[in-house]
């Protein structure tokens, strides 16, 4: 449309400078210099040929002078006019370009209008993809935001599985030095290496309470499993067992979208075989709250009335949209419960694991001291 415009804009100043020349005209000015000569012969013959009063004589000598005067503003209009009509044309064929051109215009602006009506139209299909778009990132970061807390749970609990570990590597590095004495027969270094860890375990028994409650704690089951009491005697019939069996459920941890949690490869077959129950009854759990969830979010089932026969196609793509919508949200339900099960059997086992490792740890190094320290003896 701008190209169209400033390619009249040369048409519309030759027709403008045109139509000055035509108002010169009209305003006393000759359109030519033979039109200016043969104006003032008429008014020098009605003076020299016709009787007339003096002063209407004097009123012709001025007029002749007047248009005398104006001879070189009709000589500029006419080579103005000229050179017009040698670079463009005629008037008559310069209107009818800019005719033509006026009405290629109109039709260029009834299309502009229709691409405008388009793009309109697009403009809000746009902005609602924007806001869904812009819902689905606040989703993204709402799960971004709870995989990243299930990340500093998981690193809390390797944390505190290797505070739980650090006295079994210890005590396993004590066992082996006790080993390359007694191979050594190093009578007098196991001797010294006794008497100072017995040192250091009965410092800690003395004056650490929280470590003797630990080591009660840790010593029940293995009294429980042995028939015996707190205090080491065979338990009676009638006495209650000292560890009562735990039936809690882990608590729901937060969702992950894919949570990397690696399963410790030094697990015994007895720590399976123990995790079995507790691990089968979250997985049914879990199952359970999947086909729930899943229930809940079943795709609705649009009757059609028998009248109608035809369907808009738009509302059958809105429709096949919310089903793939409601699709995705069932898969990402079903992989964020297995992902759950998942963290929270890894939880259970590194649970166990951290406290069968620290369960023998105290008892087991001891009483392999003591049995290594009197066979020397």
């Known amino acids: 449309m701008d190209d169209k415009r400033k390619e009249m804009e040369p048409l519309h100043q030759a027709l403008g400078k045109l139509r000055t020349t035509n108002n010169a005209r009209s305003g006393g000015i000759c359109s030519s210099e033979e039109e200016l000569d043969d104006l003032i012969r008429s008014l020098q013959y009605r003076i020299q040929h016709e009787i007339i009063p003096l002063s209407e004589e004097k009123q012709i000598l001025r007029e002749i002078k007047q248009l005398e005067g104006t001879r070189e503003k009709v000589m500029a209009n006419a080579a103005m006019r000229a050179k017009i009509q040698e670079s463009m044309g005629k008037k008559e064929d310069i209107q009818d370009q800019v005719k033509l051109m006026g009405s290629d215009l109109d039709g260029v602006k009834k299309e502009s209008q229709a691409v405008w009506a388009k793009i309109s139209h697009l403009e809000g299909k746009v902005k609602a993809l924007d806001e869904e778009i812009e819902a689905l990132q606040q989703e993204v970061n709402d799960v971004a935001e709870k995989r990243d807390k299930a990340f500093a749970n998981i690193k809390e609990l390797r944390k505190q599985r290797d505070e739980g570990n650090a006295y079994f590597f210890q005590y396993r590095a004590l066992l082996n030095e006790a080993k390359a004495m007694s191979v050594k027969k190093d009578v007098q270094g196991l001797k010294e290496l006794s008497n100072s860890e017995v040192e250091k375990y009965m410092t800690l028994w003395n004056n650490n309470k929280a470590f003797r409650d630990d080591y009660e704690k840790r010593l029940l089951q293995s009294l429980d499993m042995r028939q015996l009491s707190r205090d080491g005697r065979i338990r009676n019939p009638d006495e209650k067992p000292l560890v009562v069996a735990e039936t809690s459920v882990p608590s729901e941890p937060e969702i992950v979208a894919k949570p990397n949690v690696k399963q410790s490869k030094g697990d015994s077959k007895s720590a399976s075989q123990k995790d079995t ?101």
């Not at 009757?303 to 059958?316: G, H, N, Q």
């Not at 929270?344 to 049995?371: H, M, P, S, W």
Request: avoid cysteine; aromatic fraction near 4%; proline fraction near 3%.
């Open 277 to 377: 129950l507790p691990t089968q009854k979250v997985q049914k759990e879990a199952a359970k709250k999947e086909t729930e969830d899943t229930a809940d979010f079943e795709i609705p089932v649009v009757e059609k009335p028998a009248s109608e026969k035809k369907v808009d196609e738009a509302k059958l793509r809105e429709m096949k949209k919310e089903e793939d919508r409601a699709k995705a949200r069932e898969g990402m339900e079903r992989k964020r419960k297995k992902e759950e099960a998942k963290v929270a059997k890894a939880a259970l086992r590194a649970e166990k694991q951290r406290k069968e490792i620290i369960y023998g740890t105290y008892f087991f190094t001891i009483t392999v001291l003591l049995a290594i320290n009197l066979e020397l003896i």
